[in-house]
């Protein structure tokens, strides 16, 4: 889903990519957490090597951070595992060749219910914990009552404990708009855009953000277990002007810390997840089957499961273009070429006198692949497996992108209690 048509371009990933880099240079207590590479790649594509330089320093110190490490959050539901493994494995060699590293935190924050195909498939990619925010709201409650909002999720019965990963839900489901520095007329917030600390002013704030900030931090406290929190800070397509929102971050850090009551600071998944290990006696329940289906409400009127079988086209299309594409693979091994070689064209040496003639196989090829390059059809096809892609749960003018396949988005920092 997306607010409108002009709200991504407005938001502008290169301008979030831009201001976040440049505020975490001005302050080495800042941090920020990217996940879905789909426009990262496209943006990194185009820096200079100097501010790649940079960017690589901040990845080195664990000030920037990458959750998930594929080119978007997949949907669960849709998707095939084979297509979940590619499209992680896509980003995942991106990382590797320009950072030297790949991330070990899965991050499916947004999706409509989740697989324990999730913690199967992460636990042997060497991942150690995974975050998300939907679940059924009648199970999130009662997650909450008894302090199990994390939890161990085994992902296979037949490989044990192996399969297990930490499982941190958060509180809110989706990020809430509590700490949203930044003016949209489709989000009801009830803190104001910036935290106003000038006593002679008649706006001023700051009790009110700390007393809000204290007040979520120890009620969300009562619904896991240990002593650390976290919250998340924005939402999707959020800090275009970054440094607005990390000046009030800034803010709501120190008056927090001068009230006393708990302790606030900049944090990671990475962080938080070695707090939690190192939380003295923590135990935490076991859950080894589904977080579906997804029912927003507790009435249950409100469950998210026509998306199974809506745009079936769209769903028939992914399937036979990840079969081709699998197919285009093999041969590529068979004929000793390296992946995504130009030498080895998708339908290369056929000719056809009218479309009429060639098969559906090949007629998709060319719609996925026009310049006959593998590697455009493995993007295309990795981009689909959005979790508002292949679901058909996007907005109408972000389906227009179908035709090609492509879809993406991006996430915002996290700043950790304690």
Request: glycine fraction near 10%; aromatic fraction near 12%.
């Amino acid at each position: 889903m997306c607010d409108g048509p002009g709200h991504m371009a407005q938001g502008g990933v290169e301008a979030i990519l831009d201001t976040a880099v440049s505020s975490l240079v001005d302050n080495p207590d800042r941090t920020f957490v990217y996940a879905d590479l789909a426009f990262f790649v496209k943006w990194w594509q185009e820096l200079h090597e100097d501010s790649k330089a940079v960017v690589r320093q901040l990845v080195q110190q664990g000030r920037l951070e990458f959750t998930g490490g594929g080119i978007v959050q997949h949907d669960e539901a849709n998707s095939h595992y084979s297509g979940m493994v590619d499209q992680m494995s896509i980003g995942m060699r991106f990382l590797q060749a320009e950072f030297g590293q790949a991330p070990h935190i899965a991050w499916q924050l947004d999706g409509f219910g989740h697989s324990r195909t999730e913690p199967l498939l992460k636990s042997m990619g060497g991942f150690e914990a995974i975050f998300f925010g939907r679940s059924d709201e009648s199970d999130m409650q009662q997650r909450k009552a008894n302090r199990s909002l994390e939890l161990v999720w085994r992902g296979s019965e037949a490989y044990g404990s192996e399969t297990d990963m930490f499982t941190s839900q958060y509180p809110t489901g989706p990020p809430s708009m509590t700490w949203f520095f930044e003016r949209r007329n489709n989000y009801a917030k009830p803190l104001a855009d910036s935290i106003k600390d000038d006593p002679e002013t008649g706006s001023y704030n700051v009790k009110e953000a700390v007393d809000m900030f204290v007040q979520k931090a120890k009620e969300w406290q009562g619904c896991v277990r240990g002593t650390d929190v976290f919250f998340f800070m924005g939402s999707d397509f959020t800090h275009s002007d970054a440094r607005m929102w990390f000046n009030n971050v800034d803010k709501l850090i120190h008056y927090v810390n001068k009230d006393g009551r708990v302790n606030a600071f900049y944090s990671t998944p990475s962080r938080y997840l070695a707090a939690k290990r190192a939380t003295p006696g923590l135990t935490l329940p076991l859950k080894t089957d589904d977080f579906y289906p997804y029912c927003g409400n507790t009435d249950g009127s409100d469950y998210w499961t026509g998306y199974f079988t809506s745009r079936p086209t769209l769903k028939g299309q992914v399937r036979r273009g990840w079969a081709l594409l699998h197919a285009i693979h093999q041969v590529e091994v068979l004929a000793q070429l390296q992946p995504g070689s130009r030498q080895l064209a998708t339908s290369r040496g056929m000719r056809y006198e009218g479309p009429q003639q060639a098969s559906e196989t090949v007629q998709l090829a060319y719609k996925l692949a026009p310049d006959n390059d593998p590697a455009v059809l493995e993007f295309a096809l990795a981009t689909s497996l959005h979790h508002d892609g292949i679901t058909g749960t996007q907005c109408h003018h972000g389906g227009h992108h179908s035709a090609t396949l492509r879809t993406g988005a991006e996430r915002p920092p996290a700043a950790g209690i304690r």
